[in-house]
């Protein structure tokens, strides 16, 4: 039997990168799956290869009444959710704390931060009516070995750290669980921003070589913990932090 037999999931960012990897790797596992993301046609494109199990929708998570929209959506396609998976995320570019604008800094937390808050006003009180559910956050190696150039960005993702766990202990007796799933960098559209040069051969190098296991995260990497943590395997797990950063926190 596969492990997420008759799951119902939302991830969100899910049209490319961490998302569009949890969402296949998901629906593999036998879930249905609504993709939210900002770029429909990216969400779309995901799901076209994934069959009648996979819902694409268009979703700014920094906006309530759009992920109150995309969560009915999920209810009335599938049913109440049983994962949800916050993983769309943004960054600023990797500069100086003071050299990022005030609008960059309130987009990072409104869709890194925020987003998490809409999603939990709005799919917890129909998890606490079923008296079960999982929500995985996706965080980043930033928020537990932070480094120059990422501050505000880093702290966005301090702060889904906390949440995770403040949420873990709060939910609990409702049966839900709340885990965080925190990668290092990986070759998704984000890379350039994140390292702060071309990207170029030379300048991954560069990088690859602060990590251990002499990689970058792949998508999948992540998917497969994501999976693990919403599965019966993981019934017991709440409030963990898994870094999936080979290494890289060390």
Known sequence: MSRLSNKIAIVTGAGSGFGAAIARAYIKEGARVVLADLNLEAAKGVAAGLG????????????????????????????????????????????????????????????????????????????????????????SVGGIRPRPGLTWYNSSKGAVKVMTKSMAVEVAPDGIRVNLISPVMAPTGLL???????????????????????????????????????????????GVEMPVDGGRSI
């Open 52 to 139: 009648d199990n996979a819902s694409a929708v268009a979703c700014d998570v920094s906006n309530f009444d759009q992920v109150s929209a995309m969560v009915r959506h999920c209810v009335e396609r599938f049913g109440v959710p049983n994962i949800v998976v916050n993983n769309a995320g943004t960054t600023h570019r990797n500069q100086s704390m003071l050299d990022v604008d005030e609008a960059t800094f309130d987009r990072v937390f409104a869709v890194n931060v925020k987003s998490i808050y809409h999603m939990t006003r709005a799919v917890v009180p129909l998890m606490k009516e079923k008296k079960e559910g999982v929500i995985i956050n996706i965080g």
């Open 192 to 238: 350039q921003d994140f390292m702060g040069v071309a990207d170029t051969a030379e300048n991954r190098a560069r990088f690859v070589s602060t990590i251990p296991l002499g990689r970058m995260c792949d998508p999948t990497d992540v998917a497969n913990v994501a999976v693990f943590l919403a599965s019966e395997e993981a019934r017991f797990l709440t």
